[in-house]
């Protein structure tokens, strides 16, 4: 662990120093991190639903048998590697039968949009396909939601009732304590409430990274600042929102930036946690209702 | 006498100037890809050594600032272009899944395309042909193996490799070594066997199997293993390399007790037999979908002050390997970015894993996650500076599995919590990262070098970059509209050194600008 400790902790000085080089940085706390909140986000939660909110899965509809094949064949030429072959999660792609997209879809009108705009930023490309193909798709993956929720023996892939393992107590603590979560939260201020708003694995995975979380950047060129939202940012180009929001982008060889992004430090934190620590801490955020 | 040994000349010269006409046809024996000629890429790695190294240096790094589109060639499909090009007598030959196009290397023309029918296979990808004595061999998703005429893309004939309502598919290069076309499967959506298999070039009839693991059905035995990605070859030891996939159940190890040999394996056969000489295994165990497939780079060099033949490789599972490819001892073993899921490293070299940091209902937290800490994008061995170059993903994520989940196929779930994408460039001699590169998220694209000190790589952004080999600093990039999904090739035609490159379903050929 020492070994890999000290291996991390020399690439990331060299990040930074590299990040030195590129010209023009003034303040960079951290070029990689600040690339990373630009960049794709990770793979999603299956589950991003508000209890109160939940959609109840539709009354099941029984679909030509013809259709639901014609469905199966598409799926598992397409969709299978990633998403399993029955719909019920695989390599990077989400359990489709517990997806609340899935539940509010009727006849393909959500899945549709979905398979032929792609979600490229979680590395699903899009699918030009027809409206029949669509429809089979949509045909096969209600038929396969039924079939799971008609199996005995609990559902697969992650239920909120899984995580209920933490101390509640012991993640408080961890989180004035050691975790430093109090050093940017507040029970009552910004958290309040969490656990009505977010569940489950969503709410784990925000916790230990929010992916929506938004950077700022001050940009100064000619002794003239900007400051705004992160838009963009790669090794050449530059880019924010402002507070009208009017997109602006520079070439990063031109000026001097520095980004603020608070939630590099759940990134910081990611080699501290145990696993217990991760349990509890989870504990303590479904308390706070 | 004079005259005599002028008219000689004369004629030696007409002869050398007419030779190159008359033989200009290359033909890709076996003698061929041993050693490629500079005007060609004629198998996935470009040569059998896997080090995606060119000795071309026309493109330097001063003058690289210059590098422009010399053509561009639109698939026009929605797939991803994830194919190596082969390039064999001036015409390139590239793939999605269910196509093939041969296109002229000077102009990026189509000269023909080939379309397999669509089939109950998987489409997750197609990574390219493999040439020998004017025959192309390509991979369906359907894991059927098809030899066709590479002059004009006919059909010659068709042979299943895998059951497809089993579960088989495929997306590999196949691999020409001798008289044999190596060709691997894919499945691990199914409790089935991986398996290499050995094709006669000529009529397509089986030589020889070597299987990962026990046929499905054994008794707490392990299935999977598959070999889904292209090896490399040894002449002089007649020996070829390949790594195996992940075990099946993948996420859910309780099925399968014990190391699940020979899965997560990088194995040593014979060419000839198909029978194994050694195994070396960077993921005993394994729970987390970490294929040991990354390209097993073969190195004749100095280690701590011996001569080796070493075997290099960047695995999925964090950890950075040298082996003495003689024997399959290990050299050195380091994590080449953040990893938790080993206590130490045994006698042997290899991890053991923690028991602790399986899968379990309630979640662990995992570096890197199930993409691992680098993928099927090739790395580079760069001969010049002595760097093991690799598009490297450092990241964390939390996996699950439960009795619910059951013991076929995935078994679990797993979910990427944070990740970032960075070039880096191993010493490989210590495991020290010399210098990286930051590349914003998980790139696809894999690394070329050349002899002039160039690194040609992508980013997340869709930028295609040439790097400093030394130093990692960019020297040129062009940003092409979306990320790549393949490894770059070079080659020199008319004496015009040409990168290949493709995003999306582009493929873009970049060249410094012709004298006018």
């Known amino acids: ?289 | 006498m004079k005259l005599c040994k002028a008219v000689f000349l004369v004629t030696s010269a007409i002869i050398a100037m007419l030779a190159p006409a008359v033989l200009h046809a290359q033909d890709a024996t076996a003698q061929m890809l041993v050693h490629p000629p500079a005007d060609s890429w004629p198998s996935y790695h470009g040569d059998y050594s896997g080090r995606r190294h060119s000795a071309l240096t026309q493109i330097t790094p001063q003058n690289v600032k210059n590098l422009s589109l010399a053509w561009a060639f639109q698939t026009n499909q929605t797939a991803t272009i994830k194919s190596s090009p082969l390039l064999v007598d001036g015409v390139l030959y590239f793939t999605v899944p269910d196509n093939i196009w041969a296109v002229d290397a000077r102009s990026g023309h189509q000269i023909w395309r080939y379309t397999y029918p669509p089939s109950k296979g998987e489409y997750i990808g197609q990574r390219g042909v493999a040439i020998y004595k004017g025959y192309l061999y390509f991979m369906t998703p359907d894991a059927h193996l098809v030899s066709l005429n590479a002059k004009n893309g006919k059909v010659r004939w068709k042979v299943t490799v895998g059951d497809v309502n089993k579960g088989y598919w495929s997306t590999m290069a196949p691999l020409v070594v001798g008289n044999h076309v190596l060709v691997g499967v894919g499945g691990d959506l199914d409790n089935i066997t991986g398996y290499l298999r050995a094709v006669d070039p000529d009529t397509g009839a089986t030589q020889w199997q070597w299987d990962s693991t026990p046929p499905a059905g054994t008794p707490n035995q392990t299935t999977g293993g598959m070999t889904w990605i292209t090896g490399t070859y040894d002449p002089d030891l007649n020996l070829i390399y390949w790594g195996t996939g992940n075990p099946t159940p993948v996420l859910n190890g309780a099925a399968r007790p014990g190391d699940d040999l020979y899965t997560c394996s990088i194995v040593a056969l014979h060419a000839d037999t198909g029978q194994l000489a050694w195994a070396f295994q960077p993921a005993p165990h394994d729970t987390h979908d970490w294929d040991a497939v990354q390209i097993p780079v073969l190195v004749d060099g100095d280690f701590h002050g011996e001569p080796k033949k070493m075997l290099m490789q960047a695995s999925r599972n964090g950890y950075f390997f040298v082996l003495d490819r003689t024997n399959g001892k290990n050299l050195l073993t380091v994590p080449f970015g953040p990893v938790n899921w080993a206590t130490g490293i045994d006698a042997k070299g290899q991890p053991i894993p923690d028991p602790a940091k399986e899968p379990a209902p309630d979640g662990r937290l995992i570096a890197p996650d199930e993409g691992g800490l680098t993928n099927y994008r090739s790395p580079s061995f760069d001969t010049k500076t002595g760097l093991f170059i690799v598009s490297a993903h450092p990241a964390w994520s939390l996996y699950f599995t439960k009795p619910a989940d059951g013991t076929y196929g995935w078994a679990g779930a797993d979910y990427t919590v944070w990740g970032k994408g960075v070039i880096e460039a191993i010493d490989y001699q210590t495991g020290k990262i010399r210098w990286s590169h930051e590349i914003g998220g998980e790139s696809g694209a894999g690394v070329l070098t050349t002899d002039s000190g160039l690194a040609f790589t992508g980013d997340s952004h869709g930028n295609v970059l040439a790097l400093d080999s030394s130093d990692g600093k960019t020297l040129w990039h062009a940003g092409s509209g979306a990320s790549s999904q393949s490894s770059p090739i070079t080659y020199v035609l008319d004496g015009r050194q040409f990168v290949l490159t493709s995003s999306g379903s582009v493929m873009f050929a970049w060249a410094l600008p012709e004298a006018q």
């Open chain 1, 1 to 289: 662990m020492d070994r890999l400790e000290k291996l991390f902790c020399l690439h990331w000085s060299r990040s930074l120093r590299w990040g030195a080089l590129l010209g023009g940085v003034i303040a960079l706390p951290s070029l990689a991190a600040a690339q990373a909140m630009a960049a794709p986000p990770a793979k999603p939660a299956t589950a991003v639903s508000k209890p109160a909110a939940r959609v109840s899965a539709p009354a099941h509809r029984v679909y030509p048998e013809a259709l639901v094949e014609a469905g199966e064949s598409n799926f598992r030429q397409a969709c299978a590697f990633c998403h399993g072959r029955g719909a019920d999660g695989g390599e990077g792609g989400p359990d489709l039968t517990q997806s609340k997209l899935v539940a509010e879809d009727v006849d393909g009108d959500k899945i549709g949009g979905v398979v032929r705009k792609g979600r490229t930023d979680k590395g699903m490309p899009p699918f030009d396909y027809s409206d029949a193909k669509i429809a089979s798709l949509a045909a096969f993956i209600h038929t396969r939601k039924y079939l799971a929720e008609s199996k005995p023996g609990g559902r697969k892939g992650v239920a909120v009732a899984d995580l209920q393992t933490g101390n509640l107590a012991a993640g408080r603590q961890y989180f004035v304590g050691a975790g430093g979560c109090a050093n940017c939260h507040s029970a009552t201020g910004d958290l309040s409430g969490i656990a009505t708003r977010y569940e489950g694995l969503a709410l784990e995975q925000r916790m230990l990274y929010p992916n929506s979380a938004k950077a700022s950047v001050t940009v100064t060129r000619a002794g003239q600042t900007t400051i705004g939202t992160l838009a963009y940012l790669d090794e050449f180009t530059l880019a924010l929102t402002d507070s009208k929001g009017v997109y602006h982008s520079w070439r990063t060889s031109d000026v001097q930036y520095k980004v603020d992004a608070p939630a590099n430090a759940h990134i910081e934190q990611l080699p501290k946690y145990t696993d217990a620590d991760v349990h509890n801490l989870m504990a303590y955020l479904q308390s706070l209702r």
